[in-house]
């Protein structure tokens, strides 16, 4: 890196800057194509970590796994009624129930917030800094699944400032990043595969729409304030339908 910023710019990405140190470098990530690159790399770095990171027993294997346990309950009775009396019982009733909740399908709902909260506890809220549209929309060919719709509502208070890519629904979803005031909200979008999404909901105090539009699958996540969401939603959908 030629860029004498670019310290800054990875305690930025690090997460490791106040308010206004961070809207500084943001500033200047737009014009930078050294540290664009420092964003890019670590981005593509998280990319390939994240796709590590789902590894969930599938509904089929966790069927077999209660039935081969009945099984053994029906063989070995006295084995089983020795066992689960006391405390012996209380610690194998705690690992099954931790073992079946880890491994339990968590909803879309909660993947998309876990992913927002992730990537804001990381400091890696997006890969790609850029406000420009035509600097953000090329970099998820390669990145993601799919090629969003990427615009700037900066006028109504929704500022673009980059994006990343998560996996959603087992794809590579892209995640465009917008800043409203001081609150991040991040939109996700993927390829629709025909399966009804969610209803809107609240998880942990962050807000998570869902829509279709065209052949892609939508959400939007942010802790702002829900009106303010439906109306960055309703600036999406508008935008979206002028393309």
């Given at each position: 890196?030629?860029?004498d910023?670019?310290?800054?710019?990875?305690?930025?990405?690090?997460?490791?800057?106040?308010?206004?140190?961070?809207?500084?470098?943001?500033?200047?990530?737009?014009?930078?194509?050294?540290?664009?690159?420092?964003?890019?790399?670590?981005?593509?770095?998280?990319?390939?970590?994240?796709?590590?990171?789902?590894h969930?027993?599938?509904?089929?294997?966790?069927?077999?796994?209660?039935r081969?346990?009945?099984?053994?309950?029906?063989a070995r009775?006295?084995?089983?009624?020795g066992?689960?009396?006391?405390?012996?019982?209380?610690?194998?009733?705690?690992?099954?129930?931790?073992?079946?909740?880890?491994?339990?399908?968590?909803?879309?709902?909660?993947?998309?917030?876990?992913?927002?909260?992730?990537?804001?506890?990381?400091?890696?809220?997006?890969?790609?800094?850029?406000?420009?549209?035509?600097?953000?929309?090329?970099?998820?060919?390669?990145?993601?699944?799919?090629?969003?719709?990427?615009?700037?509502?900066?006028?109504?208070?929704?500022?673009?400032?980059?994006?990343?890519?998560?996996r959603?629904?087992?794809?590579?979803?892209?995640v465009?990043?917008?800043?409203?005031?001081?609150?991040?909200?991040?939109?996700?979008?993927?390829?629709?595969?025909?399966?009804?999404?969610?209803?809107?909901?609240?998880?942990?105090?962050?807000?998570?729409?869902?829509?279709?539009?065209?052949?892609?699958?939508?959400?939007?996540?942010?802790?702002?304030?829900?009106?303010?969401?439906?109306?960055f939603?309703?600036?999406?959908?508008?935008?979206?339908?002028?393309?």
């Amino acid at each position: 890196m030629n860029c004498d910023q670019a310290l800054k710019t990875q305690a930025y990405l690090d997460g490791e800057l106040d308010a206004l140190e961070a809207a500084a470098v943001e500033a200047h990530l737009e014009g930078c194509a050294d540290c664009q690159a420092q964003c890019e790399a670590q981005g593509d770095l998280k990319s390939v970590l994240a796709g590590a990171q789902y590894h969930r027993t599938p509904p089929l294997v966790r069927a077999r796994i209660a039935r081969a346990l009945d099984g053994e309950k029906k063989a070995r009775p006295g084995f089983w009624t020795g066992i689960t009396g006391g405390a012996g019982g209380m610690a194998i009733a705690a690992g099954l129930a931790l073992f079946f909740l880890v491994h339990a399908p968590v909803g879309l709902a909660d993947d998309l917030v876990a992913a927002h909260l992730g990537a804001i506890d990381s400091g890696h809220v997006f890969a790609v800094a850029s406000s420009d549209h035509h600097t953000v929309k090329p970099w998820f060919a390669g990145h993601a699944d799919v090629s969003p719709p990427v615009t700037d509502f900066a006028r109504e208070g929704f500022k673009l400032v980059g994006g990343r890519a998560d996996r959603i629904a087992g794809q590579r979803a892209a995640v465009v990043i917008y800043r409203h005031g001081l609150h991040v909200v991040a939109l996700f979008s993927w390829a629709d595969t025909g399966r009804m999404l969610p209803s809107d909901t609240t998880r942990r105090g962050y807000h998570t729409l869902f829509w279709k539009q065209a052949d892609l699958d939508y959400a939007a996540v942010s802790d702002t304030a829900p009106g303010e969401l439906h109306d960055f939603a309703a600036l999406v959908k508008k935008a979206n339908g002028r393309e």
